[in-house]
Protein backbone atom coordinates (compact mmCIF):
# COMPACT_ATOMS: atom_id res chain seq x y z
CA UNK A 1 0.00 0.00 0.00
CA UNK A 2 1.49 3.45 -0.66
CA UNK A 3 2.31 5.86 2.28
CA UNK A 4 1.53 8.84 0.34
CA UNK A 5 -1.60 11.15 1.50
CA UNK A 6 -3.24 13.92 -0.57
CA UNK A 7 -5.00 16.77 1.22
CA UNK A 8 -7.42 18.67 -0.63
CA UNK A 9 -7.96 21.50 1.20
CA UNK A 10 -8.11 25.28 0.41
CA UNK A 11 -6.89 26.67 3.75
CA UNK A 12 -3.55 27.02 4.34
CA UNK A 13 -2.98 26.65 7.97
CA UNK A 14 -5.59 23.33 8.18
CA UNK A 15 -2.95 22.05 5.11
CA UNK A 16 0.40 23.17 6.76
CA UNK A 17 -1.12 21.55 9.94
CA UNK A 18 -1.86 18.27 8.26
CA UNK A 19 1.23 18.24 6.41
CA UNK A 20 3.69 18.96 8.97
CA UNK A 21 1.98 16.03 11.28
CA UNK A 22 1.70 13.53 9.06
CA UNK A 23 5.15 13.95 7.34
CA UNK A 24 6.35 13.72 11.01
CA UNK A 25 4.83 10.44 11.07
CA UNK A 26 6.55 9.48 8.31
CA UNK A 27 4.30 10.06 5.55
CA UNK A 28 4.67 11.61 2.19
CA UNK A 29 2.22 14.35 1.30
CA UNK A 30 0.77 16.31 -1.37
CA UNK A 31 -1.98 19.59 -1.14
CA UNK A 32 -3.96 20.83 -3.40
CA UNK A 33 -6.16 23.68 -2.90
CA UNK A 34 -9.11 22.80 -5.01
CA UNK A 35 -11.53 20.47 -5.74
CA UNK A 36 -11.39 19.34 -9.33
CA UNK A 37 -7.54 19.42 -9.77
CA UNK A 38 -7.47 17.20 -6.14
CA UNK A 39 -10.24 15.09 -8.09
CA UNK A 40 -8.11 14.27 -10.79
CA UNK A 41 -4.88 13.31 -8.26
CA UNK A 42 -7.09 11.26 -6.20
CA UNK A 43 -8.35 9.70 -9.82
CA UNK A 44 -4.63 9.17 -11.07
CA UNK A 45 -2.37 8.05 -8.54
CA UNK A 46 -2.45 5.86 -5.10
CA UNK A 47 -2.98 7.10 -1.75
CA UNK A 48 -2.83 5.55 1.30
CA UNK A 49 -5.83 7.73 2.08
CA UNK A 50 -7.66 11.16 1.56
CA UNK A 51 -8.18 14.38 3.67
CA UNK A 52 -10.56 16.03 1.84
CA UNK A 53 -12.29 19.36 2.95
CA UNK A 54 -15.77 20.31 2.08
CA UNK A 55 -16.13 23.65 1.18
CA UNK A 56 -13.63 24.21 -1.49
CA UNK A 57 -13.34 26.90 -4.79
CA UNK A 58 -15.05 25.16 -7.56
CA UNK A 59 -16.04 22.02 -7.22
CA UNK A 60 -16.78 21.28 -3.35
CA UNK A 61 -16.01 17.67 -1.35
CA UNK A 62 -19.16 16.76 -1.54
CA UNK A 63 -19.04 16.13 -5.50
CA UNK A 64 -15.12 15.44 -5.56
CA UNK A 65 -16.45 11.83 -3.00
CA UNK A 66 -19.54 11.60 -5.05
CA UNK A 67 -17.10 10.99 -7.98
CA UNK A 68 -14.56 9.13 -6.45
CA UNK A 69 -16.75 6.32 -5.49
CA UNK A 70 -18.63 6.29 -8.40
CA UNK A 71 -15.63 5.54 -10.71
CA UNK A 72 -14.39 2.89 -8.33
CA UNK A 73 -12.19 5.01 -6.18
CA UNK A 74 -12.15 3.24 -2.70
CA UNK A 75 -9.15 5.45 -1.56
CA UNK A 76 -10.00 5.95 2.53
CA UNK A 77 -11.36 9.51 2.64
CA UNK A 78 -11.12 11.67 6.02
CA UNK A 79 -13.64 14.90 5.92
CA UNK A 80 -12.17 18.00 7.26
CA UNK A 81 -15.36 19.65 8.32
CA UNK A 82 -16.39 22.99 10.57
CA UNK A 83 -17.83 22.19 14.11
CA UNK A 84 -21.76 22.19 14.50
CA UNK A 85 -22.31 20.88 10.80
CA UNK A 86 -23.55 17.36 11.63
CA UNK A 87 -25.85 17.53 8.08
CA UNK A 88 -22.60 17.85 6.46
CA UNK A 89 -20.98 15.17 8.21
CA UNK A 90 -24.11 12.58 7.91
CA UNK A 91 -23.98 13.55 3.70
CA UNK A 92 -20.09 13.25 3.41
CA UNK A 93 -20.45 9.50 5.67
CA UNK A 94 -23.29 8.34 3.28
CA UNK A 95 -21.46 9.91 -0.05
CA UNK A 96 -19.04 6.85 1.14
CA UNK A 97 -16.43 9.06 3.64
CA UNK A 98 -14.51 6.95 6.30
CA UNK A 99 -14.18 9.21 8.75
CA UNK A 100 -15.11 12.97 9.42
CA UNK A 101 -12.42 15.34 11.82
CA UNK A 102 -13.90 18.80 13.29
CA UNK A 103 -12.02 21.88 12.74
CA UNK A 104 -10.38 23.16 14.72
CA UNK A 105 -8.43 19.68 15.78
CA UNK A 106 -5.99 18.95 17.48
CA UNK A 107 -2.90 16.56 16.30
CA UNK A 108 -3.59 13.47 18.89
CA UNK A 109 -6.82 13.77 16.84
CA UNK A 110 -5.39 13.79 13.67
CA UNK A 111 -3.13 11.25 13.82
CA UNK A 112 -5.11 8.73 16.07
CA UNK A 113 -8.52 9.11 13.35
CA UNK A 114 -5.67 8.36 10.58
CA UNK A 115 -4.51 5.41 11.81
CA UNK A 116 -8.04 4.16 12.69
CA UNK A 117 -8.32 4.28 9.30
CA UNK A 118 -6.24 2.66 7.59
CA UNK A 119 -5.82 -0.02 10.23
CA UNK A 120 -9.40 -0.49 8.86
CA UNK A 121 -8.60 -0.53 5.29
CA UNK A 122 -6.05 -2.43 5.67
CA UNK A 123 -8.01 -4.87 7.34
CA UNK A 124 -10.34 -4.82 4.97
CA UNK A 125 -7.52 -5.14 1.94
CA UNK A 126 -7.33 -8.32 4.04
CA UNK A 127 -10.95 -9.83 4.14
CA UNK A 128 -10.78 -9.25 0.59
CA UNK A 129 -7.85 -11.37 0.13
CA UNK A 130 -10.06 -14.07 1.62
CA UNK A 131 -7.56 -14.59 4.92
CA UNK A 132 -9.31 -14.20 7.54
CA UNK A 133 -12.26 -15.92 8.79
CA UNK A 134 -14.32 -17.45 11.65
CA UNK A 135 -13.97 -13.78 13.75
CA UNK A 136 -16.89 -13.05 16.06
CA UNK A 137 -19.08 -10.48 15.50
CA UNK A 138 -22.41 -9.08 17.78
CA UNK A 139 -25.12 -7.83 15.25
CA UNK A 140 -27.77 -5.74 16.62
CA UNK A 141 -30.16 -4.30 14.05
CA UNK A 142 -28.11 -1.88 11.97
CA UNK A 143 -25.33 -2.56 14.03
CA UNK A 144 -22.21 -4.86 13.98
CA UNK A 145 -19.59 -5.24 16.56
CA UNK A 146 -16.02 -7.20 16.21
CA UNK A 147 -15.15 -7.55 19.52
CA UNK A 148 -11.61 -9.03 18.82
CA UNK A 149 -10.68 -5.79 16.66
CA UNK A 150 -12.34 -3.52 18.79
CA UNK A 151 -14.75 -2.18 15.57
CA UNK A 152 -17.90 -1.13 15.11
CA UNK A 153 -20.13 -1.39 12.09
CA UNK A 154 -23.11 0.74 11.37
CA UNK A 155 -25.64 1.14 9.18
CA UNK A 156 -22.83 0.53 6.48
CA UNK A 157 -20.43 3.00 7.94
CA UNK A 158 -17.12 2.35 10.34
CA UNK A 159 -17.11 4.43 13.48
CA UNK A 160 -14.67 5.42 15.33
CA UNK A 161 -14.89 4.82 18.83
CA UNK A 162 -12.52 5.39 21.97
CA UNK A 163 -11.26 2.25 24.08
CA UNK A 164 -13.45 2.98 27.03
CA UNK A 165 -16.58 3.69 24.89
CA UNK A 166 -16.14 0.63 22.85
CA UNK A 167 -16.12 -1.74 26.24
CA UNK A 168 -19.35 0.39 27.23
CA UNK A 169 -20.95 -0.59 24.31
CA UNK A 170 -20.23 -4.34 24.14
CA UNK A 171 -20.94 -4.96 27.72
CA UNK A 172 -24.53 -3.50 26.95
CA UNK A 173 -24.88 -5.05 23.58
CA UNK A 174 -24.38 -8.34 25.39
CA UNK A 175 -27.20 -7.95 26.82
CA UNK A 176 -29.66 -6.05 25.16
CA UNK A 177 -33.38 -4.54 27.06
CA UNK A 178 -31.49 -5.71 30.29
CA UNK A 179 -30.56 -3.10 32.83
CA UNK A 180 -27.18 -2.32 33.63
CA UNK A 181 -25.71 -0.45 36.60
CA UNK A 182 -23.65 2.58 36.81
CA UNK A 183 -21.40 0.73 39.26
CA UNK A 184 -21.80 -2.68 36.97
CA UNK A 185 -20.13 -0.77 34.25
CA UNK A 186 -17.54 0.98 36.74
CA UNK A 187 -16.35 -2.26 37.84
CA UNK A 188 -16.10 -3.87 34.36
CA UNK A 189 -14.98 -1.39 31.94
CA UNK A 190 -13.02 0.54 34.50
CA UNK A 191 -12.18 -1.87 36.80
CA UNK A 192 -13.26 -2.21 40.79
CA UNK A 193 -10.15 -0.08 41.93
CA UNK A 194 -11.04 2.68 39.71
CA UNK A 195 -11.64 6.29 41.24
CA UNK A 196 -12.89 8.61 38.77
CA UNK A 197 -16.66 7.72 39.79
CA UNK A 198 -19.65 7.29 38.24
CA UNK A 199 -20.16 10.71 36.00
CA UNK A 200 -17.00 8.80 34.22
CA UNK A 201 -19.78 6.78 33.02
CA UNK A 202 -22.33 8.99 31.82
CA UNK A 203 -19.52 11.02 30.00
CA UNK A 204 -18.49 7.83 28.18
CA UNK A 205 -22.04 6.87 27.90
CA UNK A 206 -23.05 10.57 26.42
CA UNK A 207 -20.44 10.10 23.78
CA UNK A 208 -21.01 7.00 22.90
CA UNK A 209 -24.68 7.97 22.09
CA UNK A 210 -24.21 10.93 20.33
CA UNK A 211 -21.83 8.55 17.68
CA UNK A 212 -24.44 5.51 17.44
CA UNK A 213 -27.16 8.50 16.75
CA UNK A 214 -25.35 9.69 13.90
CA UNK A 215 -26.98 7.84 11.23
CA UNK A 216 -29.07 5.59 12.44
CA UNK A 217 -32.08 4.94 15.06
CA UNK A 218 -32.60 1.43 15.75
CA UNK A 219 -30.02 1.15 17.95
CA UNK A 220 -30.89 3.21 21.62
CA UNK A 221 -29.19 3.45 24.80
CA UNK A 222 -31.73 4.29 27.18
CA UNK A 223 -31.18 6.15 30.86
CA UNK A 224 -32.61 4.33 33.93
CA UNK A 225 -33.14 7.62 36.09
CA UNK A 226 -31.10 7.14 39.37
CA UNK A 227 -30.06 3.59 38.21
CA UNK A 228 -28.38 2.89 35.02
CA UNK A 229 -28.57 1.85 31.00
CA UNK A 230 -30.31 -0.03 29.02
CA UNK A 231 -29.71 -0.85 25.35
CA UNK A 232 -32.43 -1.31 22.83
CA UNK A 233 -33.04 -2.77 19.42
CA UNK A 234 -35.84 -1.54 17.66
CA UNK A 235 -37.60 -2.54 14.00
CA UNK A 236 -37.52 0.31 11.25
CA UNK A 237 -41.18 0.74 11.79
CA UNK A 238 -40.77 1.76 15.27
CA UNK A 239 -41.44 -1.80 17.44
CA UNK A 240 -38.96 -2.62 20.14
CA UNK A 241 -37.69 -5.62 21.06
CA UNK A 242 -36.89 -6.36 24.41
CA UNK A 243 -34.66 -9.41 23.86
CA1 LIG B 1 -12.43 25.39 2.69
Same mark, same amino acid.
Not at 54 to 60: K, R, S, V
Not at 189 to 197: A, H, K, L, S, T
Given at each position: MSDKVLIIEDEPTIARLVTYNLSLEGYETEVVGNGAEGLHHAMHEDYAIIFLD &?? &?? $???GFEVLQKLRQNGVKTPVIILTARNAEEEVVQGLKLGADDYITKPFGVAELLARTAAVLRRSRNEETKEAGTESGERVITLGDLQIYPDKYEVFLNGQWITLRPKEFEVLLYLAERPGIVITRDDLMNV?? *????? *? $?QRTVDVHVSSLRKKLELNQQTVQIESIRGVGYKLMVSRKSGSTLTK
Open positions: &LM &LP $GMNVW *GFDYI *G $G
